[in-house]
């Protein structure tokens, strides 16, 4: 039946029957292939499901150690929020290749971006309703190669209907949801039931709460609007103030990434346009709750497919503009990581630019990374003062510059609000590295020694200055040899200045 379907989709002139378009089975396909073959830049995700079929979401990085997340500007680049829109997913695909195959030319700006950058794809948000487009719905031979909006069942019969069914998927976000969009069910810009209804929001969600993207693109294209137009955050004017707070930041973004963007007629380049912020799209949450400078970008000059012959150049076109984005995203930026001073764990603060924001503006205040404690932002040039904020630990402050050509990178340390006591290692036991703070009122020479518990010298630590303030001396459970000192009880001792004390540990095998 369906390949019934498909040669009659042939013969009507499909522009995407034609194999240069991808059906979301070739996407998980290329896409695992490709990750076989690069295994060690590349990461396969699955994010999430799709409401109706539960189809799995694919995410796809790009970095060097993709497997672990590092302390790296994230950019992320989706398509298909609405299902007919299909240009995006042929510019992420083929630029997905296109590094990939630069990377291992030894392309020198492709290496730099997939060492210093993490690079999201996400090629296809709404897989069932791409799959209505392509005429390959799971469990129905209805084809509607203009659908927007996602499968979801909303009259509850069970049957895919195509004048019932469907949330536009873009209209879904919890961020002036109930302002945008529609509330009929069978409409076009059908919002859904709640904000963050569908598992295909709900995918975009847990990638961007998870990942705090310092940038990216949703890509659509004209089905009834112009296109060849980036969208960015926002005038909102039933607010004030109606312009956010990084308004110039993010509209020099938006505008130099429209300029790198030839457009269909080669006559000129994409525009920048700013957006409304009164609907509850993608762009508007990401940027609204996250902080994330989002960009919506309408590809193609009349609308959402093209004859194939056309793809390779509006994809190609559309490419400089994601290359021009990683690029911007390693000057004119911010890289911060925060640890706590004495344990050295990554951190999840709350971090203000306070030139830029308050703690009441919109979006709240950006914050770290849990997993690394970074956090990366795009500024404009200048001088700023970052201010550090974790309930627990004592607030700080950091003047830094940001210069045109590159990223500034801040290494910050938070002092707890009651610091370990001073001469008391810890853990205890340990299985791992043993620390010892101490509180020095002034440069002194400290000498550490490990003991075993015959009175054996196992490891000498340290013999140097240290101070003033406080310094962590650090034992990795080794003997002088390099071998594993083995479990039981060690004493430190420490000689400072001319005061002696000797702090017990206890370690234990893993
Ligand atoms: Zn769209």
Not at 279 to 289: C, D, E, F, P, T
Not at 493 to 508: E, G, L, M, Q
Request: aromatic share 10%; net charge negative; proline share 7%.
């Amino acid at each position: 039946m369906i390949k019934a379907f498909l040669l009659l989709g042939v013969l009507l002139g499909y522009y995407v029957d034609d194999p240069i378009y991808h059906t979301y089975s070739e996407v998980q396909e290329e896409l695992d292939s490709l990750h076989r073959a690069y295994p060690e830049i590349t990461l396969l995700d699955t994010i999430g499901f799709s409401q109706r079929y539960g189809t799995p979401i694919i995410a796809f990085k790009i970095s060097d150690n993709a497997g672990v997340p590092e302390a790296e500007p994230r950019v992320m680049f989706d398509g298909v929020h609405h299902a007919e829109e299909v240009l995006g997913l042929e510019t992420i695909m083929s630029t997905i290749k296109d590094i990939l195959e630069r990377y291992s030319e030894g392309d020198t700006l492709i290496k730099k971006f997939v060492d210093e950058l993490e690079i999201w794809f996400l090629p296809v948000l709404n897989p069932d309703g791409h799959n209505i487009v392509m005429g390959l719905a799971p469990d129905s031979t209805v084809r509607d190669t203009g659908w927007r909006k996602n499968a979801r069942d909303n009259n509850l019969n069970g049957i895919l209907d195509l004048d019932a069914d469907g949330v536009d998927p873009n209209r879904n976000y919890d961020f002036n949801w109930s302002m945008g969009g529609d509330s009929i069910p069978s409409h076009y810009f059908y919002r859904g039931p709640y904000p963050f209804s569908e598992g295909e929001t709900q995918a975009m969600k847990y990638l961007c709460e998870r990942e705090r993207f310092c940038a990216l693109v949703n890509y659509h294209s004209p089905s009834y609007s112009i296109g060849e137009i980036v969208y960015y955050p926002w005038r909102w004017t039933t607010h004030i103030p109606a312009l956010p707070p990084d308004f110039y930041v993010i509209d020099e973004v938006a505008g130099d990434m429209a300029a790198h963007i030839v457009n269909d007629s080669h006559s000129g380049h994409y525009l920048k346009t700013i957006g409304e912020a009164e609907v509850g799209n993608a762009r508007n949450w990401q940027y609204g709750k996250l902080g994330i400078i989002a960009l919506t970008i309408e590809i193609c000059s009349r609308r959402c497919q093209v004859p194939p012959e056309e793809v390779p150049d509006i994809t190609a076109r559309n490419r400089e503009g994601i290359y021009w984005l990683l690029s911007r995203a390693l000057r004119s930026s911010l890289l911060l990581t925060v640890k706590d001073t004495f344990t050295d764990r990554p951190l999840s603060v709350q971090a203000l630019v306070l030139e830029i924001d308050t703690i009441d503006t919109i979006p709240p205040p950006r914050e770290t990374d849990p997993r690394t404690g970074s956090l990366a932002r795009l500024l404009l040039p200048g001088t700023y003062t970052l201010e550090l904020r974790k309930e627990g630990y004592i607030t700080r402050r950091i003047q830094f510059d940001i210069t045109e050509d590159d990223l500034t990178r801040i290494d910050a340390y938070l002092v707890p609000e009651s610091p370990p006591e001073p001469l008391v290692p810890y853990p205890v036991p340990s299985s791992g590295e043993v620390r010892v703070v101490l509180d020095l009122d002034e440069v002194s020479h400290v000498k550490a020694d490990v003991y075993d518990i015959a009175g054996r010298r196992v490891r000498k630590l340290l013999d140097g200055d240290l101070g003033p303030g406080y310094a962590i001396v650090r034992w990795d459970g080794k003997d002088d040899m390099g071998e594993d000192a083995g479990s039981g009880v060690f004493f430190i001792r420490f000689r400072i200045r001319d005061r002696k004390k000797v702090a017990k540990t206890v370690r234990v095998k893993r």
